[in-house]
């Protein structure tokens, strides 16, 4: 699965330093880490110690949120999305990122 930093709104990161894991199940299985940081994100390959929040989720529940199919609230409370850390930094990740119809599986 790619993880495109392409729909990161750097105008809606003024003041975010964090550091996101993402721990992804399911065909597409892996574990990616984002650094939000100045306006920028960076997106590595792997596992970050000591993250400010951490998501956990079936890859077909990852791309449907980035296509737009599916919303990360609904998501969430449906229980396909689990999290520890920054619930602050949960609600403000939705704002970070556009949607696009062009996220497909690597």
């Known amino acids: 699965m790619q993880m495109p930093t392409t729909l990161f709104r750097a ?9 996101v894991q993402l721990n992804v ?8 880490f984002l650094t939000i940081k100045d306006r920028t994100c960076a997106v590595q ?7 400010n929040l951490t998501v956990f989720g079936e890859s077909s ?3 449907q949120i980035m296509r737009g199919e599916l919303r990360a609230e609904q998501a ?3 229980g396909k999305l689990k999290f520890t850390g920054d ?4 609600l ?7 949607r696009t119809s062009d996220v497909s599986v690597a």
């Open 76 to 78: 969430f409370l449906g």
């Open 45 to 51: 390959q792997g596992v970050v110690e000591n993250p």
């Open 25 to 32: 199940t399911g065909p597409e299985a892996g574990n990616w």
């Open 61 to 63: 529940t990852w791309l």
């Open 92 to 98: 403000k990740l939705g704002t970070l990122f556009s």
């Open 11 to 19: 105008n809606k990161a003024e003041g975010v330093n964090a550091t």
């Open 87 to 90: 619930i602050g930094l949960l």
